[in-house]
């Protein structure tokens, strides 16, 4: 079945870091790619999305790129502020599948 | 305004009881999810439905039972809980059922089963 597979965390980074973070998904078609972020107590937020091969989603500063070829779909920012510490999840959606399939959530602690 | 609604925030209760959670969106979506979120984070659909109508039950025990009387209304009720039932569950929309329409999710019920 569809799955997606996250790196573990936490990732910790100092202010103004360069962030990387891993996803490569496994689907049967051509699913959409999600980056949502959960803050502390809060539900998740669309981060950004991508919906064809090759489509680059941005928000924020941050950026990610589907690559059909790697089936990837990492997540980046130049530099990161504490305000981004929050968990990060990558998930897909198949058409008329009616669900999103979530990574195992990445954990960034930015310190000042 | 807040888009996706559910109440209550936190629910502590004891096992074998019965409780339910309610959820309300304003965006005018057609469909809408449950999802549970363990004590690791991890999300996993449990329930959508398409203009009230039920499409997806991912293998959620018979206890757990979704109701939706109406497209904007998706309520969680779930009989004889158990400890295994503690998790965070969240509420979600979306427009319809198409892969690429993201879904707005309501803030979690925290449930706690003593």
């Known amino acids: 079945g569809d799955s997606v597979t996250q790196m573990e965390g936490p990732v910790t980074l100092s202010e103004e870091a360069f962030l990387t973070i891993n996803c490569t998904y496994t689907a049967t078609g051509y699913p959409s790619l999600f980056w949502y972020v959960q803050y502390p107590g809060e539900g998740l937020q669309l981060l950004l999305k991508?919906?064809?091969?090759?489509d680059k989603g941005s928000n924020k500063g941050f950026e990610a790129t589907y690559r059909k070829e790697t089936t990837s779909f990492h997540l980046e920012k130049g530099s990161v502020q504490v305000s981004d510490s929050a968990v990060y999840f990558c998930a897909l959606s198949e058409d008329s599948s009616y669900k999103l399939i979530f990574g195992s959530g990445t954990r960034l602690l930015v310190r000042p | 305004d807040t888009a996706v609604s559910q109440t209550p925030k936190y629910l502590v209760t004891q096992m074998g009881n019965d409780k339910s959670i309610k959820c309300e969106q304003n965006?005018?979506?057609?469909?809408m999810y449950w999802y549970k979120q363990d004590s690791k984070k991890f999300l996993k659909i449990m329930f959508s439905y398409n203009n009230k109508e039920l499409i997806i039950n991912e293998t959620v025990p018979n206890r757990f039972s979704p109701k939706s009387p109406d497209k904007a209304h998706l309520n969680l009720h779930i009989n004889s809980l158990e400890l295994g039932d503690s998790a965070v569950y969240f509420c979600?929309?979306?427009?319809?059922?198409?892969?690429?329409?993201?879904?707005?999710f309501g803030d979690g019920t925290r449930l706690s089963i003593l």
């Open positions: 991508a919906t064809k091969a090759d």
């Open positions: 979600a929309s979306s427009q319809d059922g198409r892969s690429n329409q993201p879904q707005h």
């Open positions: 965006l005018g979506h057609d469909t």
